[in-house]
Nanobody, 124 residues
Framework: QVQLVESGGGLVQAGGSLRVSCADS????????MAWFRQAPGKEREFVAA????????RYADSVKGRFTISRDNAKNTMYLQMNSLKPEDTAVYYC?????????????????WGQGTQVTVSS
């Protein structure tokens, strides 16, 4: 059974860095695309970044391109999101998601399993 657990969120000042992680105790995720989404208060959940099962292909939302880096360690069943040059508008609950295929998609509907989320707050 897939169980995704995010960690590493917290409070950081604008311009700072933070790394969030997503771990899973299952054994099948390595062949599927993984992604990060985020949801700010009063807003829709939005795509942040996605990574192929090999880790060699990635995709980013324009709003985070050049500042965030997605990676994964399949040996540890863990995915990461390194966030640099954080801005107050990056404040949100960050969710990891596991897809059911190999397409690197920005669509929520292409992801079958979701974590509970971790709060990231960027102060100005």
């Amino acid at each position: 059974q897939v169980q995704l657990v995010e960690s590493g969120g917290g409070l950081v000042q604008a311009g700072g860095s933070l790394r969030v992680s997503c771990a899973d105790s299952g054994r099948t995720w390595i062949i599927y695309t993984m992604a990060w989404f985020r949801q700010a208060p009063g807003k829709e959940r939005e795509f942040v970044a996605a990574i192929s099962w090999t880790g060699r292909s990635t995709r980013y939302a324009d709003s985070v391109k050049g500042r965030f880096t997605i990676s994964r360690d399949n040996a540890k069943n863990t995915m990461y999101l390194q966030m640099n040059s954080l801005k107050p508008e990056d404040t949100a609950v960050y969710y990891c998601a596991l897809g059911s295929g190999t397409v690197i998609s920005p669509l929520r509907s292409d992801y079958r399993y979701w974590g509970q989320g971790t709060q990231v707050t960027v102060s100005s």
